[in-house]
């Protein structure tokens, strides 16, 4: 079996396994621009045995579970600590902001699509959990980045809550339509090129959109 460890658990299972099966998830989604995976797959890919998913997650949902916790814990935290920053000005503050939501899809593009796949299949319990663990906290952020805005008279009064989807639909479309890409513009990759260029639109756009405006 190669896995890329040479040790194991008191159980025989590789060191580093649950690991190594959340970031071959990872990879087939982004390859395939998926939401979803094969477990025969994920076991050919990792070299683990795919049992290895019942024993870390439960089964195949857990998994996307335990792989959307992976992922959306970088925005929360990132986010958290931007709002909490003292000397940065709130412009700034959203600008650096956009531009990490945007870095965060470019590496894993298939998160707002998972996000919105395990609300709609998990139980109330577990949907009001990633709401409250993921989506909420962005919401408030945005709520307080605005709230400061207004108050330095650098943004205009909008609604949060629309502005919090203007934000996820602006940067989650273009990173979910690789076959828009590939079947209107002859292009299939999203390269690094196309994410700066993307960065700077989205940023300049949102911005124009969101600044007082002098009479």
Do not use: W
Request: aromatic content about 8%; overall charge negative.
């Amino acid at each position: 079996m190669t896995t890329g460890a040479n040790t194991t658990d008191e159980l025989g299972v590789p060191a580093g396994a649950r690991a190594m099966l959340l970031e071959t998830a990872s990879q087939i989604m982004r390859e395939g621009d998926l939401v979803d995976i094969s477990l025969s797959e994920l076991s050919l890919r990792s070299g683990l045995n795919s049992a290895l998913v019942k024993y870390y997650f439960g089964n195949k949902a857990g998994l996307l579970k335990a792989l959307l916790d992976r992922d959306m814990e970088t925005i929360v935290t990132s986010v958290d600590a931007l709002v909490a920053k003292d000397d940065m000005d709130p412009e700034a503050k959203l600008k650096r902001h956009i531009s990490k939501v945007i870095d965060t899809f470019y590496a894993v593009p298939y998160l707002n699509r998972l996000t919105m796949r395990l609300v709609r299949d998990s139980d109330e319990a577990e949907a009001r959990r990633i709401a409250e663990r993921y989506l909420t906290p962005l919401y408030n952020a945005y709520e307080r980045l605005i709230t400061d805005g207004v108050k330095a008279g650098v943004f205009r009064p909008i609604d949060p809550q629309l502005f919090y989807f203007t934000v996820t639909g602006a940067i989650d479309r273009f990173f979910s339509a690789r076959l828009v890409l590939k079947h209107c513009f002859d292009q299939d990759t999203l390269t690094e090129e196309l994410r700066d260029r993307y960065r700077e639109h989205t940023i300049d756009i949102i911005m124009a959109g969101i600044l007082a405006r002098k009479a």
